[in-house]
């Protein structure tokens, strides 16, 4: 079976797992094959089965690997999961030159790697630069100047739940391994640039979670965690309604509307009860009950944001993004922009107006994807911190397509030379 090189994102959430392997192209990406499977283990950002977890996740890679037929899978990993364990950290790297310098890769490579002083950075974003003359520029490359500053970001993540994460993926053979922060990646899946730039609110209402992620000139100034999801509306209707989960998840999502008003009050939907009764309910009657969870949850949310605002007092958001599989359910836009008082939409892949990913349209208007999505673009406008494989152990693996059994471990972060290629790649564009 041929190895295959590029790129593999593993999604992983208390709902579903999401995963795609893509090829590298001369703009982005092209994906070759993408799966969502039921994700068990995991619980409020935490993984509370690692084994269970461990299956769903071989059952993930297992379905990609199909698809590709005779190829098996290779090259990089990428991991994203909805933990509560991240951090973000604004910093400032300054470089001095005892001449005036020409900025080549070479010097972005060194400041990344000044940034890398502790084993729980898991990324480091440079997001603006300074010149000498005090030029504020966001490509520096082929510019010249004795003394830089460069506005960074640093990801953080506890090396508890890190090792957690890279033990589902032991009998996996990759030649490298990173984890993303998961508020990151849903921003960058489904916001405009010109968003960034100006002010913005990403919410990714998950299952069991909430992450909120302010951006701000361009770069992340903020990150919420905040422990609750979809899941609190479809158990109110199910209590009220006195029907299964599945159920009242199916009535939540297509015969509802948070937006309850535009219902007309005799609209109907057919429910089977427990004791397996169909019975006939009022539209509104259910859209009232999520309408009313979803306006406690969004108010803490609100809370979080004012967090965000008073620790940064020039943050004026130009409106809120919703992602995740909750952006799916109907009227969650009208909803959040009466709680938060601000302009609010949709968002999925499509609306980010990003066009370096191909091969997976049927789920780019999906917003439950747009994590996914945004991992392919983090990876191709930042490069990524990796941990290297090690020698092979006799580790069994759970997927039953039985790949070859390798045991990856963490032997430090190191910035590698072929991220800074697509770091020069994308600087390159910019010009």
């Known amino acids: 079976m041929a190895k295959v090189g590029g790129i593999t994102v593993v999604d992983i959430g208390s709902y579903n797992i999401k995963s795609a392997f893509a090829e590298r192209v001369a703009d982005g990406f092209k994906i070759l094959s993408y799966t969502s499977v039921k994700s068990n283990g995991m619980y409020g950002g935490q993984i509370v089965d690692a084994l269970s977890l461990r299956a769903s996740v071989g059952e993930a890679l297992g379905e990609l690997q199909t698809q590709l037929m005779k190829k098996a899978l290779g090259g990089h990993l990428v991991v994203t999961a909805s933990e509560n364990f991240f951090s973000l950290e604004l910093a400032k790297i300054s470089k001095e030159f005892s001449k005036i310098e020409t900025i080549s890769p070479v010097h972005i490579q060194e400041i990344r790697k000044e940034a890398v002083k502790s084993s729980d950075i898991i990324d480091v974003i440079p997001v603006r630069y300074t010149l000498d003359d005090g030029r504020k520029v966001i490509n520096p490359l082929s510019m010249a100047t004795s003394k830089i500053h460069a506005d960074i970001v640093k990801v953080k993540m506890d090396p508890l739940p890190k090792n957690e994460l890279m033990n589902l993926f032991q009998g996996y053979v990759f030649d490298s391994v990173s984890v993303l922060h998961p508020g990151l990646v849903a921003g960058e899946g489904v916001l405009t640039e010109n968003e960034k730039n100006r002010g913005i609110i990403c919410l990714d209402f998950g299952y069991s979670t909430f992450k909120m992620i302010a951006y701000m000139d361009g770069m992340p100034i903020g990150y919420k965690f905040i422990p609750f999801g979809i899941e609190k509306m479809i158990k109110d209707i199910a209590t009220v309604f006195k029907v299964s989960y599945p159920e009242a998840e199916r009535v939540l999502f297509y015969h509802s509307n948070l937006d309850y008003e535009k219902l007309n009050e005799n609209d109907m939907v057919e429910v089977v009860d427990f004791s397996k009764t169909k019975k006939s309910v009022k539209k509104r009657s259910i859209s009232m009950t999520a309408y009313a969870r979803a306006k406690e949850m969004l108010s803490l949310s609100r809370r979080s944001l004012n967090e965000i ?74 490069g990524r911190l990796e941990t290297k494989p090690v020698q092979q152990t006799s580790a069994p693996a759970v997927n039953v397509q039985n790949p070859q059994q390798t045991t990856e471990e963490k032997v430090g972060e190191s910035v590698q030379n072929g991220t800074f290629k697509k770091l020069w790649d994308f600087l390159k564009k910019l010009v």
Request: aromatic share 12%.
């Open 309 to 382: 605002l008073n620790a940064n007092p020039s943050f004026n958001p130009i409106g809120i993004v919703i992602t995740g599989g909750g952006a799916s359910i109907p009227g969650i836009s009208s909803v959040a922009g009466t709680i938060f008082n601000i302009s609010a939409r949709n968002g999925n892949y499509i609306s980010s107006n990003n066009v370096i990913v191909t091969g997976a349209e049927d789920v780019m208007g999906v917003p439950a994807y747009g994590p996914l999505f945004g991992s392919y673009i983090y990876a191709y406008k930042y």
